[in-house]
């Protein structure tokens, strides 16, 4: 490997490492930041929503203006803006401002994101990509599985916002090891798809939004059934626009390849599938089962780890063989799997009790992470990359965001039909039990876990079922398209054709 590839490989594997490593650190930091601030229900979740939700928006655009512009430019800004709200974040000094700040973070996430992907991807083929790839899911291990402990030392023994403030040095780091990658873009210089653009963002924006609110308000009030409505119909809004628009920023016949199809659904629940585990299951420990932060920290090790471990294997039993399309299965079945097992929760379970259901689930995670993206990527030609990455990360942040704000939302319901009260059901999802009847309401928040788990379970189960079938023997149709992809207007004649 060349010293320019190396920098450019070790600038982007920094920003897999800490931007996920304070993504799971947040949710440790939950009851601390509640505490501090007065904050919970919907309010204290956007904490960790709103990062996913501004990451989501942003990443299929960022993907796509980086194709146009430069993918290192659109990698170097991204880490600028993290930084700045990482800091913004530690100085905040009311849930509103650090909320702002923590969806400042989000936007900074998707340029680093989707322009570190799409500079891997412009800068390797082949096996090389492959194992890049792997890399890029295994140093995101090491942040999932550094962030619940290293993040739950500092909040104890530091405080959340020197927490926030040590990962914005990070990004300043990032921004420095921007400067020794090499630029590259598309063949073509097209407009931006601005009607397109601020359509998507509108739709996820609405969309999360009214989600969110239905663990305060309920699902049936109006301040929840109007944004999602709207959001819907930004989402129909937002297909007609790019059928019609000369310079799209998401070229709809990637997903006419049912391949590259079915690698983005196995990423969505990738991230979806562990998303409700791995942001309330820290509150609950500490709730429920006396757990200190820190030791809610360790014990999130146990669905982390294989995170960490299990990556690079992925990468090397599909460059020796292994049929991707089994090895996603199993990984997939893995995850609904893991959120069964997990059913036997109760407050008074152990450490040991949960090791295998979480390490079920993070074995899952692990052995396709980062592959499912190198596998999609193959699919399409080389100046759409940063489209593909963006896409996958749009799908993949989108998921983990709106399975994070259907996860809070549906303990809120399940503790509602049971406590009675919205107010004292978004107090219980917080983590703040009360006293007199603790124990009571230990029980109706596990109640409310078994139920959450079980429906989410269901989920991963058909999904992977669908995933099984996409990845099946290509009728001629899906294999001309996907060799020969149509002409995309406005795109130098140029581009290759994979």
Request: proline residues 4%.
């Amino acid at each position: 490997m060349t010293g320019r590839r190396a920098v450019t490989l070790a600038a982007v594997l920094l920003g897999f490492l800490a931007l996920p490593m304070l993504m799971s650190g947040t949710t440790v930091a939950l009851p601390r930041i509640g505490a501090d601030l007065h904050a919970s229900g919907a309010a204290l979740q956007w904490v960790v929503v709103g990062y996913f939700l501004a990451a989501a928006a942003m990443m299929l655009v960022a993907g796509s203006l980086g194709d146009l512009f430069g993918r290192r430019r659109v990698f170097a800004a991204g880490a600028a803006v993290y930084a700045a709200g990482a800091l913004a974040s530690a100085l905040a000094d009311g849930i509103l401002l650090l909320n702002a700040a923590r969806t400042l973070s989000g936007i900074g996430a998707a340029g680093v994101m989707a322009g570190g992907g799409a500079v891997l991807g412009a800068t390797f083929t082949g096996r090389a990509r492959t194992r890049v790839y792997a890399a890029m899911g295994t140093t995101a291990g090491v942040g999932l599985a550094a962030g619940p402990t290293l993040s739950g030392w500092m909040v104890g023994a530091l405080g959340w916002r020197a927490t926030f403030a040590l990962f914005a040095a990070a990004g300043l780091l990032m921004l420095a090891g921007a400067a020794g990658m090499a630029e590259s873009r598309a063949g073509g210089r097209p407009r931006v798809d601005v009607p397109g653009a601020l359509t998507l963002i509108a739709a996820l924006t609405l969309t999360l939004f009214g989600v969110n609110q239905a663990s305060d308000a309920g699902w049936a009030s109006t301040i929840v059934l109007l944004p999602v409505a709207a959001g819907l119909a930004m989402f129909v809004t937002f297909v007609l626009i790019e059928r019609g628009a000369q310079h799209a920023v998401l070229d709809l016949g990637l997903l006419r390849d049912r391949r590259f199809l079915a690698w983005t659904l196995a990423g969505l629940l990738l991230a979806a599938g562990p998303a409700g585990v791995t942001a309330y299951l820290p509150t609950y420990l500490q709730a429920a089962g006396g757990a200190s932060v820190q030791e809610a920290g360790l014990i999130m090790l146990m669905l982390t780890t294989p995170v960490l471990l299990l990556p690079q294997l992925g990468g090397f039993l599909i460059n020796h063989g292994v049929r991707p399309r089994a090895l996603v299965t199993v990984s997939l079945s893995l995850i609904a799997a893991g959120n069964a097992w997990l059913t036997t929760l109760h407050p008074g379970i152990t450490a040991t009790g949960l090791l295998a259901p979480l390490a079920t689930i993070g074995a899952g995670m692990g052995l396709m992470i980062g592959t499912t993206d190198a596998q999609a990527v193959n699919r399409v030609e080389q100046d759409r990359i940063g489209m593909a990455t963006g896409l996958l990360n749009t799908v993949r942040a989108g998921g983990g965001a709106l399975a994070t704000t259907l996860f809070g939302a549906a303990l809120a319901t399940a503790l509602h039909d049971r406590a009675g009260e919205p107010e004292r059901a978004a107090r219980i999802v917080a983590g703040k039990l009360a006293e007199p009847g603790r124990a009571l309401e230990a029980t109706l928040l596990t109640e409310a876990w078994h139920l959450t788990l079980w429906c989410t379970t269901g989920v991963c189960a058909a999904a992977t079922l669908a995933v099984w079938a996409l990845l099946g023997s290509p009728r001629p149709h899906d294999t001309a398209t996907a060799t020969a992809p149509a002409p995309r207007p406005g795109l130098s004649s140029r581009n290759p054709a994979k």
